[in-house]
């Protein structure tokens, strides 16, 4: 950490930092500018320290952090990346790893239709939802309990892994009136191979640092979505907070950014630049949410293309047997034939070296 003072600070003011730095166990080094301007350099581990303790003293004109603020997941050799398992599954590994499977699970005809062909085309992972926060409170919000166990019968069934999103704590009325608390983390974690934080939780800290200490022991993989305005600091930061809560296994997912475009053209604006720059700055497995970057299915191939060539390790993809009759994002879940040629145009992107890999 630097320490940029004001021209001509007073002994004092400069006193005041240095006293400051020893009151957190560290020490400090001064350049004497020769206009006048004294820099204080930081001696130490810093990364518990804010840059507002300093940035607030009296002849203080800024502070430059050194290090980077998310150290556990910040890549600091070109090969520094992080395999994450899924049984047998490597995410970050050589192969480009699709997980698809319906928005919402509605039913076990409809999930079993869909897990059905998901295996067929040789993909291994299912995504569904079993709770599914929504926008609007009229919105179909899931099965629940049921959805999970429909999902755990299409693994037994297809041998697929499940990824599925966890929430917190729900309050669940009775028919009797009275409140059943639920705690969705417990639930999801009894059922799924992959744990998904939604965009709408990712700064959810206590959230995240719960789901941490609950699968610390078995590092259960968590899957964590960007949300819809936050920076990709924001977002690696909501990363470190379930990394240094003991659970590395985490996997980053791009979804799109909200920004000026039309909804008409484009449900959100698809961020694959970000994948570059996550692939530069972290060493956490990066995948791209095609689906709800676009809103729209027609879009879907060509812009998950466009993101495993930018160097993203994986897709997580809406599919759906009868788009027009789901009960959610039906307009941005492709079809089975759909699926079956991104499978296998990914493929060929990763086996041709056509994919940016730092």
């Given at each position: 950490?630097?320490?940029?003072?004001?021209?001509?600070?007073?002994?004092?003011?400069?006193?005041?930092?240095?006293?400051?730095?020893?009151?957190?166990?560290?020490?400090?080094?001064?350049?004497?500018?020769?206009?006048?301007?004294?820099?204080?350099?930081?001696?130490?581990?810093?990364?518990?320290?804010?840059?507002?303790?300093?940035?607030?003293?009296?002849?203080?004109?800024?502070?430059?952090?050194?290090?980077?603020?998310?150290?556990?997941?910040?890549?600091?050799?070109?090969?520094?990346?992080?395999?994450?398992?899924?049984?047998?599954?490597?995410?970050?590994?050589?192969?480009?790893?699709?997980?698809?499977?319906?928005?919402?699970?509605?039913?076990?005809?409809?999930?079993?239709?869909?897990?059905?062909?998901?295996?067929?085309?040789?993909?291994?992972?299912?995504?569904?939802?079993?709770?599914?926060?929504?926008?609007?409170?009229?919105?179909?919000?899931?099965?629940?309990?049921?959805?999970?166990?429909?999902?755990?019968?299409?693994?037994?069934?297809?041998?697929?892994?499940?990824?599925?999103?966890?929430?917190?704590?729900?309050?669940?009325?009775?028919?009797?009136?009275?409140?059943?608390?639920?705690?969705?983390?417990?639930?999801?974690?009894?059922?799924?191979?992959?744990?998904?934080?939604?965009?709408?939780?990712?700064?959810?800290?206590?959230?995240?640092?719960?789901?941490?200490?609950?699968?610390?022991?078995?590092?259960?993989?968590?899957?964590?979505?960007?949300?819809?305005?936050?920076?990709?600091?924001?977002?690696?930061?909501?990363?470190?907070?379930?990394?240094?809560?003991?659970?590395?296994?985490?996997?980053?997912?791009?979804?799109?950014?909200?920004?000026?475009?039309?909804?008409?053209?484009?449900?959100?604006?698809?961020?694959?630049?970000?994948?570059?720059?996550?692939?530069?700055?972290?060493?956490?497995?990066?995948?791209?949410?095609?689906?709800?970057?676009?809103?729209?299915?027609?879009?879907?191939?060509?812009?998950?293309?466009?993101?495993?060539?930018?160097?993203?390790?994986?897709?997580?993809?809406?599919?759906?047997?009868?788009?027009?009759?789901?009960?959610?994002?039906g307009e941005q879940s492709i079809t089975a034939d759909q699926l079956v040629e991104l499978q296998r145009n990914a493929a060929r992107l990763r086996h041709c070296g056509l994919t940016a890999r730092p």
């Amino acid at each position: 950490m630097i320490i940029h003072m004001q021209r001509g600070a007073t002994p004092a003011q400069e006193q005041a930092v240095f006293d400051r730095i020893a009151a957190h166990g560290l020490q400090y080094e001064v350049i004497h500018g020769s206009t006048g301007i004294d820099v204080i350099g930081v001696l130490g581990d810093t990364s518990a320290v804010e840059e507002s303790t300093f940035a607030e003293l009296d002849g203080v004109v800024k502070v430059t952090p050194v290090t980077k603020p998310y150290r556990r997941v910040s890549r600091k050799v070109p090969g520094d990346a992080k395999i994450v398992r899924v049984g047998d599954i490597e995410v970050g590994g050589r192969e480009a790893v699709l997980m698809a499977g319906p928005c919402a699970v509605e039913s076990e005809a409809q999930l079993m239709t869909i897990a059905r062909y998901v295996a067929g085309c040789g993909i291994r992972i299912l995504r569904g939802g079993a709770y599914k926060p929504r926008t609007s409170p009229y919105s179909f919000s899931g099965l629940g309990l049921a959805g999970l166990k429909l999902l755990a019968k299409a693994r037994q069934e297809f041998g697929l892994k499940i990824v599925t999103e966890a929430t917190g704590l729900h309050r669940h009325l009775r028919e009797d009136g009275s409140l059943e608390e639920l705690n969705v983390l417990e639930q999801v974690l009894a059922y799924a191979d992959i744990v998904q934080v939604g965009a709408r939780n990712m700064k959810s800290y206590g959230f995240l640092q719960e789901l941490a200490r609950m699968t610390r022991a078995a590092k259960t993989p968590i899957l964590l979505k960007r949300g819809e305005s936050s920076t990709l600091k924001d977002f690696l930061l909501a990363a470190e907070y379930i990394v240094i809560n003991g659970n590395p296994n985490v996997m980053l997912c791009l979804r799109g950014i909200r920004a000026f475009e039309d909804p008409e053209f484009l449900r959100y604006t698809p961020d694959i630049g970000a994948v570059a720059v996550l692939k530069r700055e972290c060493n956490l497995p990066v995948l791209f949410d095609p689906s709800h970057a676009t809103g729209y299915r027609e879009s879907v191939p060509a812009v998950g293309l466009a993101a495993l060539a930018a160097g993203a390790d994986g897709l997580l993809i809406e599919t759906h047997h009868d788009p027009a009759g789901a009960r959610c994002d039906g307009e941005q879940s492709i079809t089975a034939d759909q699926l079956v040629e991104l499978q296998r145009n990914a493929a060929r992107l990763r086996h041709c070296g056509l994919t940016a890999r730092p």
